[in-house]
Every structure is written in structure tokens, then in C-alpha cells.
């Protein structure tokens, strides 16, 4: 119903760019190679993404508006064990809720597509229409309905840089795939299909970064963590050892010289899914201390990769909140992974 909608709202969409971000993930779900962004006036006016993924029959396009209709979940099991990035079936109803949302979607087998049109939840339109294979989702005036959440917005300028540097950390994770942001009046980003992430770094942080970027990589086996600590999501009389498996860390990490003011330039991804994770950042810092000043900021681009029993990314909707199973054997290892890269470089 609408106010669970909006309520689960509150929680998922909290700005234009928290939009972009299940939308990005919902077109790399369905295996899409090509991924076009517009967003005019900061996103408040229009947000449109555009893939050439799998798309959706007509059943699955009014599905996917049922909140919960398409969550992954079976069991409380499946929670650790999640293998796509969307998994609460709540995105899209949520941001339906709370705009006006257009859906224009075709699976390649069928022979026409399918259009929804909803606005501040309630169904429009449902039309059998012509168009190109794979899906484009437009928003139009975010938070028409909800004026209280419409006021927290900063201005368009600051929340055109958050969709910015979502766009980037995406392109960044899948180098293989093709990115665009366009606002209304300038090209953003365009980033082109490479084979690898060197390749990303230098395309999307161009010559004179990635020339002050080391690679790093390292792997060790949970089995070699000490005595894990109860897990958090479980009473500690139910644990059960970790299932065996390894650790990857992957990724690049800026030499000393390459200072930031912020934290911006800094891209972690625990299997394929952005987070911004405090006991992540709190090894970095580790690592980089005594290099460069506390008050300064490396650039860092670093793909951890787990078994996902080993990480719970249940703790926030917005998932950018992970937690770790083994916290000090994986906060340690990425400290030591990334000291030893930076310790290998000096002359
Ligand atoms: P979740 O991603 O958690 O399953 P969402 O609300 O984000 O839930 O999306 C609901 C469903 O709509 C998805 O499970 C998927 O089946 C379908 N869907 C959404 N976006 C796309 C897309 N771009 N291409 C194909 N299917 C999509
Ligand atoms: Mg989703």
C-alpha cells in the first residue's frame, strides 16, 4: 500500500542520488552492457536511466511496482547468500511512491514492450508499446508528494556531484561496461566499454593520476582468521565456523604524493557492491599512517571479494553499510595488504 511504500521510501530513497543508485543497480542485475543516465536540475526534475539488459514481460513490469513481489528472499538463509545487488523487491515501489515514474521496458524474445506510467504510486497507464530491447525508467519531480522530504534537498549543484560520483564508482567496478551521465546542458561522464580496470583508471582519472597509483592484490583463507568474534547477526550459542574461502583484495592505491583534501576519491566495493564502510576507511587510514598526514586523504580504488556468508549487507536499505563476519581479520588484512603496496614502492 502507498504509506508502507512511502514509509519503506524514507528509508531507500533519500535523495536523487540514492534514486541512480538502485536504478544503476537494477540495469547491472539485468545484465545490461550499456547504461545511459540524464538527470536535469540536480535529479529533482528528471532522473532517466536507459540499459540494453534482459528487460521485462508485461507481468513483470507491473510485479516489479508490488513491494516485496520480487524479493530474492526465500529464507532467512538466502540473507547471507545474496548474489545479485537488489534483493528487497522495495526500489521501485518505493521511488514510485514518491514521483512520477514512467517505465518503458522490452524483453529481446518479445516481439513489443511494455509502458507503465505511475504517479505518486498509483498505476496510470499500462500500454503494449513499441520500442528498443531493455529497459528506460523515467522519474519526474522527485518528492512531489512528500513536501517535508522535498526541503532536505541540497542544492542542485551538490546533489548533481553525489550522482556524479556514484555514476564513477559504478563505471569504475565494471570496466567492461559502457557508462554515460548527461546532465541537460553538459556531458558528465562518458566511459566507454575497456577490458580492465588499469584501463577504467586511466580513462576515468586520466594520465597523471593513474601514474601515481600502485596495483595492489593479495588473498588469505578465512580458515587463518583467529577466533572469529560471535557473529552480530546471530546469539553467540548458534555459531557456527565460517565455511572455508578466501579474502581478495584487489585494486589500486595512490603513492604518498597523491594527497585529497576529502574522502571522495576513495572507492571501496565488497562483491561488486559499493560501500562506504567505517571499519574499511579506519584500515586505510592505518595503513597510510606516518605516509601522508592524518588530515589528508589517498586516492584508493579496492574490490574485496568474499564468500558471502562472510558479510551481512542486510544492515541498511540503502546498503552502503556492510558488516563483516571476521571484522579484525578483514580490517587487518586490508591494513597490511595496503601498508606492505605502499612500503614495496619506496626507492
Ligand atoms: P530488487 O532489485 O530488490 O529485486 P527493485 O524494486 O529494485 O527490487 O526491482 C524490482 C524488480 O524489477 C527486479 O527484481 C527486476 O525483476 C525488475 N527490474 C527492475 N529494473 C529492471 C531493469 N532495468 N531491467 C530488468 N528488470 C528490472
Ligand atoms: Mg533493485
Request: hydrophobic fraction near 40%; glycine fraction near 6%.
Amino acid at each position: 500500500d502507498l504509506v508502507a511504500n512511502q514509509i519503506a521510501a524514507g528509508e531507500v530513497v533519500e535523495r536523487p542520488a540514492s534514486v541512480v543508485k538502485e536504478l544503476l543497480e537494477n540495469s547491472i542485475d539485468a545484465g545490461a552492457t550499456r547504461i545511459r543516465i540524464e538527470v536535469e536540475a540536480g535529479g529533482r526534475k528528471l532522473i532517466r536511466i536507459t540499459d540494453n539488459g534482459h528487460g521485462m514481460v508485461k507481468d513483470d513490469a507491473l510485479l516489479a511496482f508490488e513491494r516485496h513481489a520480487t524479493s530474492k528472499l526465500r529464507t532467512s538463509d538466502d540473507l547471507l547468500s545474496i548474489a545479485t545487488l537488489g534483493f528487497r523487491g522495495e526500489a521501485l515501489p518505493s521511488i514510485a511512491s514518491v514521483s512520477r515514474l514512467t517505465l518503458e521496458t522490452r524483453a529481446p524474445e518479445e516481439d513489443s514492450g511494455t509502458l507503465v506510467e505511475i504517479a505518486g504510486g498509483n498505476i496510470l497507464r499500462v500500454e503494449e508499446a513499441g520500442l528498443p530491447a531493455g529497459t528506460t525508467i523515467t522519474i519526474r519531480d522527485l518528492f512531489f508528494n512528500t513536501p517535508a522530504r522535498r526541503k532536505f534537498l541540497r542544492s542542485e549543484q551538490t546533489e548533481l556531484s553525489h550522482i556524479a560520483s556514484l555514476v564513477t564508482n559504478y563505471a569504475l567496478a565494471h570496466p567492461t561496461k559502457h557508462f554515460e551521465l548527461h546532465s541537460a546542458t553538459q556531458a558528465l561522464l562518458i566511459a566507454p566499454s575497456v577490458s580492465n580496470s588499469a584501463d577504467r583508471l586511466f580513462q576515468i582519472f586520466g594520465r597523471e593520476t593513474s601514474s601515481l597509483m600502485l596495483s595492489t592484490a593479495a588473498e588469505m583463507d578465512f580458515a587463518r582468521a583467529g577466533l572469529p568474534e560471535p557473529p552480530p547477526w546471530k546469539r553467540e550459542e548458534d555459531y557456527t565456523p565460517p565455511d572455508p574461502g578466501y579474502l581478495r583484495i584487489t585494486g589500486f592505491v595512490s603513492k604518498p604524493e597523491l594527497q585529497k583534501l576529502n574522502r571522495n576519491s576513495v572507492y571501496v566495493f565488497v562483491n561488486h557492491r559499493l560501500v562506504r564502510d567505517k571499519l574499511v576507511l579506519h584500515a586505510l587510514g592505518e595503513a597510510y599512517r606516518n605516509i601522508i598526514p592524518p588530515t589528508s586523504f589517498p586516492v584508493v580504488l579496492l574490490f574485496l571479494e568474499m564468500p558471502p556468508q562472510e558479510v551481512d549487507v542486510n544492515v541498511h536499505p540503502a546498503k552502503t553499510e556492510v558488516r563483516f563476519r571476521q571484522s579484525s581479520f578483514v580490517h587487518d588484512f586490508i591494513r597490511d595488504t595496503v601498508r606492505t603496496t605502499l612500503m614495496q614502492s619506496r626507492p
